[in-house]
């Protein structure tokens, strides 16, 4: 329970939560969903209680922002895309987010990795250019990791 309570107290500090994922087989790494089930805890994240009905669910934590990088071999997982419906990442970890307190989620992701043409060049450079002004909309953050802290 030590390194989950660490897990949990990096969580509860931090007002910027910064994911980085490749889509795997078309989901999420088994190391991260190993990470999720580490931090997300009754008691810590959320409550459960049966006066609540069929709710009893509810997120103890508030007032944080999620910031998703994604990388894929493919293309087309978005929103409108021709594999969305075969995006198992980023929608797992926005439904998941609710309990670490998110309420701003961002994600930017890079395709076409498996291609290695210009179409994966192009998206790379795309990334770079919506994180730079993710950065700028977000303002002066600080991101903590392993007690260390990183301003932009």
Avoid at 100 to 120: K, P
Wanted: hydrophobic content about 40%.
């Amino acid at each position: 329970m030590a390194q989950s309570d660490l897990y949990f107290e990096e969580v509860a500090q931090a007002d910027v939560i910064l994911i980085t994922a490749p889509m795997y087989n078309y989901g999420m790494p088994a190391v991260l969903k190993a990470w999720f089930d580490q931090i997300m805890r009754v008691g810590k994240t959320f409550t459960f209680d049966l006066a609540r009905g069929d709710f009893p669910i509810e997120p103890v934590l508030s007032g944080k922002t999620l910031v998703l990088l994604t990388s894929s071999g493919e293309f087309g997982f978005g929103a409108g895309g021709v594999r969305e419906h075969m995006n198992h990442l980023s929608p797992h970890i926005q439904a998941l987010t609710k309990y670490l307190g998110v309420d701003q989620f961002y994600e930017i992701g890079s395709e076409y990795q498996e291609f290695a043409d210009d179409r994966h060049t192009a998206s790379v450079e795309k990334v770079k250019r919506d994180i730079e002004s993710l950065v700028k909309q977000l303002g002066n953050i600080r991101i903590s990791h392993s007690h260390e802290t990183i301003a932009f």
